[in-house]
């Protein structure tokens, strides 16, 4: 039986995948790991801060500046502080202060000083 030659052609890279080598999105997803790790380690810290220095968590929800200053440090959030590191980060359902109770019961939020 004789074999009828078909014309071959290359295809590139970019035509048969999305164009980002597996090791990439392997790389991509590690690097979240790692930064969500680290995130939950800062929160620890902070959390020991706190509950080896007598007053301080009085002094952070006293003083605004201090709080900040304090916060920054560890480069967390107070929400962060408060309800850990979340896995899905800027999520919308997944943010502790949209569930808080006043907002659950429908109360609007409230600005400080009005």
Not at 31 to 51: F, H, I, N
Request: glycine letters at 8%.
């Amino acid at each position: 039986m004789e074999e009828v030659a078909a014309p071959t052609r290359r295809f590139s890279a970019l035509e048969t995948t999305s164009g980002l080598p597996d090791d990439s999105r392997e790389a991509d997803d590690k690097q979240a790991e790692r930064r969500l790790r680290e995130l939950r380690a800062s929160v620890k810290a902070a959390r020991a801060v706190v509950s080896t220095n007598p007053g301080l968590a009085e002094t952070l929800a006293r003083d605004w500046q201090k709080a900040a200053r304090f916060y920054g440090r560890f480069e967390i959030t107070e929400a962060q502080f408060h309800h850990g590191a979340r896995d899905a980060l800027g999520e919308g359902a997944d943010n502790p202060l949209e569930q808080s109770g006043s907002q659950a019961a429908g109360v609007p939020p409230t600005c400080p000083g009005e």
